[in-house]
């Protein structure tokens, strides 16, 4: 069975420019949750989607979206890029939301100049 | 809120030992999961194990296994015969079954763990 898969797994943009940033689930997943992590933050949780419907939310100003399709498959954009949006953005994959596993994709690494 | 406290930023054990990498937890909600995840340099998160709150025995998974205090709000891993690829980062992190923060997984800061030969 494939893994999660992200793509690109390496992006350099420039302040202001946008980003979309891709997460195909494990086949059958229907859960698919989005996080940051930076040196100094950690890991923070950005947003999770089930059955095409965002079902939480991260604290995260309004430039970051995301969206899921029918095939599970989701984006998360990030519009007006600044500095500090560098970093390493992980999918996660589950089955349902109360899942006992949740399996993450390798990241995509923004680098913001 | 929910929240995950790791105190050791770096752990070192020898080859072949165990190492038990600390985890501690806060929660209000009844109903919860928690996880261990691997992090190597690579960046991939690398998923261990898990326990539920309801669970009564603690979970293992190979040479992993949960020491789960529920009394203690603790859930720290145990590694047993540490071997040179275990070299990583180590997060433990929560989440709630039910209630608003459902699927949503709260991290500890990570634990760097080093292996000697």
């Known amino acids: 069975k494939a893994g999660v898969t992200q793509t690109p797994r390496y992006l350099i943009k420039t302040r202001g420019q946008q980003v979309t940033l891709s997460c195909s689930p494990i086949s059958g997943h229907r859960s698919v949750s989005w996080y940051q992590q930076t040196p100094g933050q950690g890991l923070q949780f950005l947003f999770e989607y089930f059955s095409e419907t965002q079902r939480n939310k991260g604290n995260f100003p309004g430039r970051f979206s995301g969206r899921q399709f029918s095939n599970s498959r989701s984006e998360m954009n990030v519009s007006t890029l600044e500095l500090g949006d560098s970093a390493l953005y992980l999918c996660?994959?589950?089955f349902g939301q109360g899942a006992r596993e949740q399996y993450f994709g390798p990241g995509t690494r923004l680098t913001v100049t | 809120a929910q929240k995950i406290t790791q105190t050791q930023p770096g752990m070192f054990v020898q080859e072949k030992e165990a190492v038990t990498l600390d985890c501690t937890y806060d929660t209000s909600d009844p109903s919860y999961g928690l996880f261990w995840y691997k992090q190597p340099s690579s960046g991939e998160m690398i998923f261990l194990i898990y326990?539920?709150?309801?669970?009564?025995q603690n979970a293992t998974e190979g040479r992993y296994s949960l020491n789960f205090q529920k009394a203690r709000k603790s859930a720290n891993l145990v590694i047993s015969a540490s071997q040179l690829g275990d070299s990583a980062m180590y997060f433990c992190?929560?989440?709630?079954?039910?209630?608003?923060?459902?699927?949503?997984?709260?991290f500890g800061q990570g634990t760097i763990l080093t292996v000697h030969p």
């Open positions: 326990q539920g709150s309801y669970d009564q």
């Open positions: 996660a994959s589950s």
């Open positions: 992190a929560m989440r709630s079954i039910g209630g608003t923060s459902y699927g949503k997984l709260t």
